[in-house]
């Protein structure tokens, strides 16, 4: 007779799957509510930190405009100078102190410590060397200050600055990530920001006009149109914005405030000064006065972005408060799941945990009488008895992967096999290529012997097969120094000898070795290279032979009269080294196999008589010794360019692995 079930069965079952489900939904919530509320406070604090470092951008451009004014004074500086020099010194430490403190209490996976120590570094240089001379320099009429005081401050300032705006940055990114709200107060800031320190830079240049008078130069000039373009457009995002609404009212205000005192009186100032410094006219105002003038417009910037800030603070306080009340409500919602998750696992222990238990007793320990008796379990009609059918499938499939796990074992040993047996190879070749170059050396130094009749003159005859020795034993001389470098990297035991060198020099070295051979065939060797040296850490022999390979390529594929270019460049931490020539160029067809162990450049049997399919192969290795990159470009009967690529300074592993 067919067993059936009863209806409050399937009720409790389904009352308590309803209850399982409502007690995750809730702790789901609970989760999301308890990380919005976390990255609710996180965001902030952020944007609390944001404001602050708004105080150290504003403190460090303040006491740089009263050193730039300072140094550009021709008088003595007075005593008021002196004082207020310090007093923004100490404005400024106290600021950077505490703002370097709250960013570190943000943790380091918010901003990396690298950026505060470097910060640290940068200050304690300006504190403890930088500042003091110029207390002392302000004592000296102009003429007798250091001239390094003029730049040195503003580089130690300018570099605070930016370790200062990459913390800011990645606060920034983080507080605008959280909402289109946060986002454009964010920008706002930022704009404002930059519109600020392009100001400063101009407010620097007018400070020069007026220290130093004369008729501004053409690239004066267009330094200052250039900055009015990048302070001008990027405002009118900001107004327009503002005129668009929705913007906060002190935020408004701040904007509002800004486009009168910057770009309305402070405009007229500067074109009152430019247009007297193009006439030729007394302006009777000193630096200090300028910096006086200049300061309302300049700060009237600086509240547009703490405004910003401001309303950023404010909008993520008040998202921290609900955050803290919907994980107040989830907590509440999820323990009144988990009371009725407890109901329901008591029905579910009787008809599905107990069951699971046996079928799991079942399968690990793979006994045929414990899977018998689960089996027997296939007679319930519901999922447990389905899933005790898909037992005996079960263990079909553990077979079939434990014999596709045999069999990969298996491929794996062949595959290490065959990687020790090219191992070996390469080692033999490294072995032999060292027992043949003896008898080698032997060769070419009897057959130079004969040459030169060091024992006795010899015929004319003799000299030309002495001379056919002497050159054949050096070509297998060098094919066999070929093998044995290439050899030596492939079996992993070339020793480098990393160390800084002047790539510059290296390919002036080169050059002249290769110009004989190419005179001969009337072909110009011209270098481009830069005007300074170019310092790489790299092995110097490893680069000469690179270099001269690619140099002896070039020749043996040019024709006569033909040009080849050396090009040496720099591409910040890398540097790039060409070869080009104008010769029979590289088949499309040969041009993927390039670089592999004697594969020919042409297809010309005269030409490819005289190489051996090594020079780019071992190029190809030692670029790789490098951490570098090797690229051919190549049209038949056009020419080839081969380029190099090397990083100013290897991988740490490489350099280590060559000590």
Partial sequence: MKRTYSVTTWLSLAKGAMALMLVTVFAVAASNAWRREQDSAHIAASARVSRNIVVVREALRAELGVIDTTMAEPAIADAATLARLGQLHRQTLRAMGRIQGEIAALGPETVPPELARKIAQGMTVFDRRLFPAVLRAALLPREQRPRRLLIDPQ???????????????????????????????????????????????????????????????????????????????PWLSIKKAAQEGGMPAPVAAAVARADAEYFGHYAKLRAHVLDAMEKGEALNISG????????????????????????????????????????????????????????????????????????????????????????????????????????????KMSEDRQRLERELLQNQLARETAEAASKVKSEFLANMSHELRTPLNAVIGFSEM??????????????????????????????????????????????????????????????????????????????????????VIADARACKQILINLLSNAVKFSGDKGVITVRLRECGERVQLSVRDEGVGIPADVLERIGQPFEQATNNPHVAREGTGLGLSLVKALVGEHCGSMQVESREDAGTTVTITLPRKPARAKIADAA
């Fill in 155 to 233: 580089n130690s300032v300018y570099a605070t600055l930016d370790r200062v705006d990459e913390q800011a940055t990645i606060l920034s990114r983080q507080i605008a990530g959280s909402s289109s709200y946060m986002s454009e107060m964010m920008r706002i800031s930022d704009i404002a920001w930059h519109i600020r320190v392009d100001a400063g830079g101009e407010r620097r240049n007018y400070a020069n006009f007026i220290s130093w008078p004369h008729k501004p130069t053409q690239d004066e000039r267009d330094d200052v149109v250039k900055i009015r373009g990048r302070t001008e457009a």
């Fill in 450 to 535: 004969m040459m030169h009749g060091t024992f006795g003159v010899i015929s004319e005859r003799y000299r030309e097969y002495a001379e056919l020795i002497n050159n054949s034993g050096s070509h297998l001389l060098s094919l066999v120094a070929d093998i044995l470098d290439l050899a030596k990297i492939e079996a992993g035991r070339f020793q480098a000898d990393f160390r800084e060198l002047d790539l510059k020099a290296c390919v002036q070295d080169c050059v002249p070795l290769i110009a004989p051979k190419a005179r001969e065939r009337g072909i110009t060797v011209a270098s481009d290279l830069p005007a300074q040296s170019v310092m």
């Fill in 288 to 395: 200090p006065q300028w910096l006086v003038l200049s300061t309302p417009a300049l700060n009237s910037l600086m509240e547009v972005s703490r405004s910003a800030l401001a309303a950023a603070e404010a909008r993520a306080m008040e998202n921290l408060a609900t955050a803290r009340h919907d994980l107040t409500m989830a907590l509440l919602q999820m323990a009144v799941g988990i009371a009725l998750a407890g109901l329901t696992a008591f029905l579910v222990l009787s008809r599905v945990i107990r069951p699971l238990k046996q079928i799991t007793h079942a399968i690990t320990h793979n006994e045929d009488a414990d899977i018998e008796r689960v089996l027997a379990l296939s007679a319930r009609g519901d999922e447990i008895g389905r899933f005790a059918q898909a037992l005996k499938g079960f263990r």
